[in-house]
């Protein structure tokens, strides 16, 4: 299922969700979750407006996501972010059964996914996900330069 889906046009949406977080002052991640083919929530960054270590963009779309279709189980959705997922994250992947994730720019101070760790792959998981990497990557890159660029 993950073939028929617009992964350039999801990142623009993910990309408008970094936007906010931005323009919120909050380091500019975004996130959308698509099930059946359709986009069922969004997030962007928030720990410092949330006041929650936790409210990174892939936490925040996975919870508006669970709301929504009224299951904590997301089996078989895709996430998109725009930057490599942490591990916290990607332990979130694991509980809600993303199938996907799609990401655009990798981290390598703090991605988990091929970066510092493949978190996904570590020993003892009872689920793992498709990973899709460099989706839009040099925007998703440029956007967080030009914030901590623009913070120094």
Do not use: W
């Not at 928030?46 to 089996?75: C, F, M, W």
């Not at 990401?103 to 991605?111: C, I, L, W």
């Not at 498709?130 to 120094?152: A, H, T």
């Amino acid at each position: 299922m993950t073939s028929v889906l617009d992964f350039d046009a999801l990142m623009g949406d993910a990309l408008a969700q970094a936007a906010a977080a931005r323009d919120a002052g909050e380091v500019p991640v975004g996130a959308v979750v698509v099930l059946d083919g359709a986009i069922v929530a969004r997030g962007f960054n928030q720990p410092i407006s949330a006041g929650d270590p936790t409210a990174h963009a892939e936490i925040v779309a996975i919870r508006a996501a669970a709301k929504a279709v009224g299951n904590y189980r997301l089996t078989g959705a895709t996430l998109i972010v725009t930057i490599e997922p942490c591990l916290m994250c990607v332990g979130a992947f694991i509980h809600a059964r993303i199938g996907t994730i799609v990401y655009g720019a990798t981290e390598p101070r703090t991605g988990a996914l091929v970066s510092t760790v493949r978190g996904g792959e570590l020993p003892g998981h009872n689920h793992r996900f498709e990973i899709v990497g460099g989706v839009r990557e040099d925007e998703c890159r440029l956007m967080m330069q030009e914030f901590f660029r623009s913070r120094r």
